[in-house]
């Protein structure tokens, strides 16, 4: 039995612990006393000798001691401490959803600490009756929960350069999955009633970076969500406690976080958020503005980097695609660099704007290898490979990389990024 060795525990230091004798307790009368012939039996691990911790001990659950590595780390040195982002530990999720405690974390200016009871959101500008809600007020509106991705658009800053020691926590890791609950921002602009001719709208937070975009009324009235839950919870202050705008499939930037105004008016705002930033520039030079939906994508994330297979012989590929376009409705994984694809496995469910955790079993014979994978949407887009998306754009775009991503195979098992 596995284990035997590894906990070094003989049945007879097992009855002893437990204060059994050996002699006199004949098989049989053991066998009867556990029901089966488990504990005593077998070697009974330490933790069933004595009671565990007491669980009223943890009114807020954490996870194991054992798990102490999977957590988030900082992408790069911030140009100062609050502006800073925190990198989910992608080769270390399961199916689609990221725990609160691991949802990645961009802030332009630190995580404010807002009081509900305080919190007001304003919706003004080009509408019937300019209305400030408090959180109360918000909550009495029917809710909804979807399960969508949020991503970066700074996600995957591999145009110039990137290291081969770089993990897929490294390079993809602004890239989260929740189940986001709210209210329909359509509703609550009925509640305001729109001017005609309102055709954008001004999110801003209340964090000291005041982040301010200008969001297509065409959206806000589509899919939009005024977000106040996440996994179940109220949001968690790094995510936007108490509001937060949602923009199924929109780049990360425009989910305005602790939103506390929204204006409509007829044209854009121009704010630095969507001239100076989060615009990109074309091989042309001319700058492309308003780039909202995330493009179709995918990554392996097991084997990846600093997480390959211990050993040849058979190792599952497994990954993550998405697209802000809608669902994934194929993903290939090639092992020779994408000389052959075969189609993996979608792992169900497989929902619009959301991670699709993808699965395909391998046998790796121990020789070199450079794995890749390449998605394709609802609406016919496949991922690009790098060359294909340097041609279109440059080497000095920067934001909505997308392209295929190659994790290089070292005979020994050893992974690196490849470009
Ligand atoms: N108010 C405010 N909203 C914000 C930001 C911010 O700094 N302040 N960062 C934006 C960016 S760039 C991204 S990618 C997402 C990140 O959301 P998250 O921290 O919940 O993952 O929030 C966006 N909303
Ligand atoms: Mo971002």
Redesign the pocket.
């Known amino acids: 039995m596995p284990g035997n060795v590894a906990t070094g525990m003989s049945r007879r230091g097992v009855l002893r612990r437990t204060g059994l004798a050996l002699a006199g307790v004949s098989a049989a009368s053991q066998t009867a006393r556990s029901g089966s012939a488990s504990a005593a039996e077998s070697d009974a691990p330490p933790s069933m000798l004595e009671q565990g911790a007491p669980v009223t001990d943890n009114p807020y659950g954490v996870p194991s001691v054992f798990e102490k590595a999977v957590v988030r780390i900082p992408g790069g040195k911030p140009p100062f401490p609050t502006?800073a982002?925190?990198l989910t530990p992608l080769q270390d999720m399961h199916g689609i959803i990221t725990p609160n405690g691991l949802?990645?974390?961009?802030?332009?200016?630190g995580t404010p600490a807002i009081d509900p009871d305080r919190h007001r959101l304003l919706v003004h500008g080009m509408v019937d009756r300019p209305l400030s809600f408090g959180m109360d007020d918000l909550m009495r509106f029917p809710s909804v929960s979807r399960v969508h991705f949020?991503?970066?658009?700074?996600?995957t800053p591999l145009y110039k350069s990137g290291k081969p020691e770089w993990s897929v926590q490294m390079t993809h890791g602004?890239l989260?999955c929740a189940e986001w609950t709210g209210v329909r921002l359509a509703d609550v602009l009925a509640e305001a009633g729109l001017k005609p001719g309102a055709t954008w709208m001004l999110a801003?937070?209340?964090?000291a970076?005041?982040?301010t975009?200008s969001i297509p009324v065409a959206k806000a009235l589509d899919d939009a969500i005024l977000a106040y839950a996440q996994n179940g919870e109220r949001?968690?202050p790094?995510?936007?406690y108490p509001l937060?705008?949602f923009l199924p499939g929109y780049?990360?930037?425009?989910?305005?976080?602790?939103?506390h105004r929204l204006k409509l008016g007829d044209q854009p705002f121009q704010t630095r958020?969507e001239t100076s930033k989060?615009s990109s520039l074309m091989p042309d030079g001319t700058a492309r503005q308003f780039n909202f939906t995330m493009e179709v994508k995918s990554v392996i994330t097991q084997p990846s980097p600093g997480h390959g297979p211990r050993g040849s012989g058979f190792c599952e590929i497994t990954g993550l695609a998405w697209s802000g376009h809608g669902r994934i409705v194929r993903v290939e994984v090639s092992t020779d660099n994408g000389a052959t694809w075969r189609d993996a496995v979608l792992q169900d469910p497989v929902l619009s704007k959301c991670l699709t955790r993808f699965r395909l079993p391998w046998t790796w014979d121990g020789g070199a290898a450079m794995l890749q994978s390449r998605a394709t949407d609802e609406t016919g887009a496949v991922q690009p490979t790098r060359d294909k998306l340097l041609a279109a754009r440059g080497a000095n775009y920067f934001y909505h990389y997308n392209a295929i991503t190659t994790w290089r195979m070292a005979p020994a098992g050893e992974m690196t990024l490849a470009l």
Do not use: F, I, P
């Open positions: 502006a982002h925190m949802h990645y974390v961009r802030d332009h200016g949020l991503e970066c658009s700074g996600n602004l989260s801003e937070g209340a964090d970076a005041a982040m975009r949001l968690r790094e995510q936007g937060r705008l780049e990360g930037n425009t989910s305005v976080k602790w939103l958020e989060y």
